[in-house]
């Protein structure tokens, strides 16, 4: 009975839907947190007529936040994963969805979608290859740049990327958005994840004129962060403990 009344506030009450399905954003006022506390960064930067693009929609949880703030600007959300794009597209209305994923090139390529049971594990799908036990969907790509300049875009505030692994190649589709119109990004980059020497992403970025930053847990403002660190951030036993685990990094424009 549950099941079918959340089925029902999905299709003709999706404002209370997403009320319910959001709730673990509640955790970011205790300290104790259910969700990604730089979600509360969001608040500190966008603006009633910011930009922002997500990159990595997933399930809404980023365009959620940005969307209590953002009421004359635009939200952008690219998801190659079209059984998301599904999903949320009826929950953001206001929001341009793009079911595409962000690369180094604009073309085609293969999304890797875990297997779990019987079913697909849809919220950890990659571009990168996972090995066996997934099922491989082509899909399109695009730098963002191509999209930049297709839809006309001048400005950009926030960009977030969360690609599982695939953040390299999407930043390498970045140049000129880096060089002009310089937005911060927040880059979800994992050392289990990556196929590449990690400090290669940050020199990357940096020499576009960006610092790099991460979120701290309990001051809950930025502070500056060294690739030194990331062993320290990312030890093992704090996997899936949002209060100690730090994969989401902040790049500033100097």
């Given at each position: 009975m549950?099941?079918?009344?959340?089925?029902?506030?999905?299709?003709?009450?999706?404002?209370?839907?997403?009320?319910?399905?959001?709730?673990?954003?509640?955790?970011?006022?205790?300290?104790n947190y259910k969700c990604e506390p730089e979600l509360l960064y969001?608040?500190?930067?966008?603006k009633d007529d910011s930009v922002f693009v997500d990159i990595g929609t997933?399930?809404?949880?980023?365009?959620?936040?940005?969307?209590?703030?953002i009421q004359n600007g635009a939200i952008f959300g690219f998801e190659p994963n079209q059984s998301l794009v599904d999903y949320i597209k009826p929950l953001f209305p206001k929001v341009?969805?793009?079911?595409?994923?962000?690369?180094?090139?604009?073309?085609?390529?293969?999304l890797h979608?875990?297997?779990?049971?019987?079913?697909?594990?849809?919220?950890?799908?990659?571009?990168?290859?996972?090995?066996?036990g997934v099922e491989k969907i082509e899909i399109r790509t695009i730098t963002l740049d191509d999209w930049a300049k297709q839809e006309n875009i001048t400005k950009i505030d926030l960009v977030k990327i969360d690609v599982e692994g695939h953040e390299f190649d999407s930043i390498k589709g970045c140049e000129q958005i880096l060089k002009t119109l310089k937005p911060i990004f927040i880059i979800e980059i994992e050392l289990r994840h990556a196929?590449?020497?990690?400090?290669?992403?940050?020199?990357?970025?940096?020499?576009?004129?960006?610092?790099?930053?991460?979120?701290?847990?309990?001051?809950?403002?930025?502070?500056p962060f060294e690739v030194s660190q990331m062993a320290?951030?990312?030890?093992?036993e704090y996997l899936n403990d949002f209060n100690k685990y730090i994969n989401n990094f902040i790049f500033i424009p100097r």
């Open positions: 549950l099941n079918i009344l959340i089925r029902w506030a999905y299709r003709y009450w999706p404002a209370l839907y997403k009320k319910r399905y959001y709730k673990t954003l509640g955790s970011l006022t205790t300290g969001i608040h500190q930067v966008l997933n399930k809404g949880i980023y365009l959620y936040q940005a969307e209590k703030v341009k969805l793009f079911p595409l994923a962000v690369s180094s090139n604009t073309g085609t390529s293969v979608i875990p297997k779990k049971g019987n079913g697909l594990q849809d919220t950890r799908a990659s571009l990168e290859e996972m090995g066996e196929n590449y020497p990690i400090h290669e992403i940050f020199d990357f970025i940096t020499g576009f004129g960006y610092d790099v930053f991460y979120f701290d847990r309990k001051t809950l403002y930025l502070k320290e951030f990312q030890k093992d």
